[in-house]
Each structure stands twice: as structure tokens, then as C-alpha cells.
């Protein structure tokens, strides 16, 4: 099994691009979710979906955008980038209830300039 | 607002130390408490604690919760340099998206030869 394939995993943009994360799990989990890890931050939630064509805003939603067309992909698309967004994100997967956490993808590493 | 915080922030040991790092939480409708290890990478998971008192143990890793006082603690005995990474908690909440994780900052925790 895959688990959970983020691609790509290193990104430079300029201010102002738009571009989309991809994330894709093997594993028919439910619940999918997209976090940005910033030092000092710990990981926050960005946007998650508990289904396919079920989306809702996390904690640090602004500048951001999802859909989930099926239960296996889960993009992140930034719209306009700022350097704000400079930032590792990761993609995550579960089941609904889930006894063993999270499987997390590698992340991607994200810089704006 | 749900509150998340782990200490120390960081600590360095030598190879066979016993460390003990801290998680509290400040969160409404708790359900249960997550820690992982992340080396670089994707975090990867450790325990799941659900209920007080209950020890959790994997090798030399362990941990328990304290639903009272708000707390976990992850316990690493004859520590090695493989240990080397940040450790994160993460708690989940009941109602709504059951899965969402809220994360604190993070451990790091650095073993010398």
C-alpha cells in the first residue's frame, strides 16, 4: 500500500502564483485533512472533509481552497500566494473512527518568494 | 478556545536517560489524546489514550493520561539516538468532525552519544 502520496514535495513560487497540492490515500479512509506546520506552531488545521463532497474550514482556512470529487483525492489549492504561506504541509488520512491516529503523507515544502 | 501545550520545548540527553515530556490540555468535549514522533518527515504515530490511569507502553516508550488533572506524560527509558525527533500531542474532541487533531507545539528532543 501507498498510505497517503503528497506530491510535489519541494515548491518555490513567487508572490501572487496559484498552484494545487496534491494528496491521494489508497487505504478508502473517510476523513482527510491538510495542515501547515510552521516552527514554533506545532500543526494547524487548515481544511479537512469527513467524506467525498464534504468539506469544512480548519483553523488557518484564509487564502486556501479544497474539494473531495472522491474519497481517494484531496487537493490543496493556494489561490494567490503570499510568503505568509511559506510553510511544510502535510496531508493526513483516517477512518472514522480511527484507533491508530492519523497516517500523515511526507509533506511538501512550500516557499514564496 | 482549545488549548494544546507541551513542555519542555525542547531537552537534551545522553544515551541512556530516562526523559518524561509533558502534555496538558485545555479542551471542551475531550475524547482522547494522541502522540507522535516526527523525524524530519511526516509525524508518525505512537498512543492513542482514551482513559485514565491506563498505561500505554510500546518497548521503551509509555504513556498514561490523566483525564482529571489534564495531562499525559510520555515516558522514554535508556534513551538512543534513534529517539532523536520532535514529539507531538494532539487531542481529539466529540461531536462534529471527530477527527479533526488539535496539536501542540511540539518536544524536541535531541539524544547524544
Known amino acids: 500500500n501507498a498510505g497517503v502520496t503528497q506530491t510535489p514535495k519541494f515548491q518555490v513560487l513567487k508572490t501572487g502564483q496559484s498552484m494545487t497540492l496534491q494528496c491521494a490515500q489508497d487505504?478508502?479512509?473517510?476523513?482527510m485533512s491538510w495542515y501547515r506546520q510552521d516552527p514554533g506552531m506545532g500543526l494547524r488545521l487548515i481544511h479537512y472533509?469527513?467524506?467525498?463532497?464534504?468539506?469544512d474550514q480548519g483553523e488557518v482556512p484564509n487564502g486556501y481552497n479544497v474539494s473531495r470529487s472522491t474519497t481517494e483525492d484531496f487537493p490543496l489549492r493556494l489561490l494567490s500566494a503570499a510568503p505568509s504561506q511559506t510553510s511544510v504541509y502535510f496531508c493526513?488520512?483516517?477512518?472514522?473512527?480511527?484507533?491508530?491516529?492519523?497516517?500523515f503523507g511526507s509533506g511538501t515544502r512550500l516557499t514564496v518568494v | 478556545e482549545d488549548k494544546v501545550v507541551q513542555s519542555p520545548l525542547s531537552l537534551v540527553v545522553h544515551e541512556g536517560d530516562t526523559v518524561t515530556l509533558n502534555c496538558s490540555y485545555e479542551?471542551?468535549?475531550?475524547?482522547?489524546l494522541l502522540w507522535y514522533k516526527q523525524e524530519k518527515k511526516a509525524p508518525t504515530f505512537l498512543f492513542m489514550l482514551?482513559?485514565?490511569?491506563i498505561e500505554k507502553k510500546s518497548g521503551r516508550l509509555s504513556s498514561i493520561l490523566d483525564k482529571k488533572e489534564l495531562f499525559s506524560i510520555l515516558n522514554i527509558t535508556a534513551t538512543q539516538t534513534g529517539d532523536s525527533a520532535v514529539y507531538l500531542c494532539?487531542?481529539?474532541?466529540?461531536?462534529?468532525?471527530?477527527?479533526?487533531?488539535?496539536f501542540g507545539t511540539g518536544t524536541l528532543l535531541a539524544v547524544q552519544p
Open positions: 493526513a488520512s483516517s477512518t472514522g473512527y480511527s484507533y491508530y491516529g492519523y497516517t
Open positions: 487505504m478508502n479512509h473517510e476523513y
Open positions: 472533509s469527513v467524506g467525498a463532497g464534504i468539506t
Open positions: 479542551v471542551t468535549n475531550f475524547r482522547s
Open positions: 482514551t482513559s485514565s490511569g
Open positions: 494532539a487531542v481529539t474532541k466529540d461531536g462534529g468532525a471527530t477527527n479533526k487533531l488539535i
